[in-house]
């Protein structure tokens, strides 16, 4: 295995594909380890301990606040995948279609979008419960938050 160094690059050129979202007043480090591709979780947790995702103009960075990941990484108006488990009993088709149902309302409401235009996928998950994946275009964190709580009187378990 080749060394491991820490190096500063210089931001300009051509090839910085890899350096797309974070900020020119943060030094970019790069990992010279023998030319083995670094995996993006591990480019992530580099750039997070940077803090290239600190949100900008001293806003509130704490266990108490939401979005802030989301802001960070994700770039708005974006297509956002809520998945979401809720509890149907003997999963009878009336249950897991009431379910689904309330689901698709909630995130049409909360994001605009046409209930007839998401993506929905619903799986089991055992006896009692229903997954359901839906996809739809959310204009901020905050919307994502606010689809997420309303979904929350529903359902069992987000994530």
């Known amino acids: 295995r080749g060394s491991t160094s820490r190096l500063y690059e210089d931001r300009g050129g051509d090839d910085n594909r890899d350096n797309e979202g974070v900020p020119d ?4 480090v ?8 670094l995996n993006d979780r591990f480019k992530y947790k580099v750039h997070a301990l940077m803090g290239s995702f600190d949100p900008v103009g001293g806003a509130p960075d704490d266990e108490n606040q939401n979005g802030n990941i989301l802001n960070a990484m994700l770039t708005f108006p974006t297509q956002y995948t809520f998945n979401v488990v809720g509890k149907t009993p003997e999963r009878s088709e009336e249950s ?5 149902g309330d689901v698709k309302r909630i995130v049409s409401e909360g994001s605009g979008d046409p209930v007839d235009e998401m ?7 055992g006896k009692n419960f229903t ?4 996809t739809a275009m959310v204009e901020s964190s905050a919307i994502i938050n606010d689809i997420y709580d309303s979904l929350s009187e529903i359902s069992v378990m987000r994530f």
């Open 30 to 37: 790069k990992i010279d380890d023998g030319g083995s591709d």
């Open 96 to 100: 897991v279609a009431r379910f689904i």
């Open 119 to 125: 993506m929905c996928v619903s799986k089991a998950r």
């Open 25 to 28: 007043s943060i030094p970019l």
């Open 131 to 134: 997954k359901v994946s839906i």
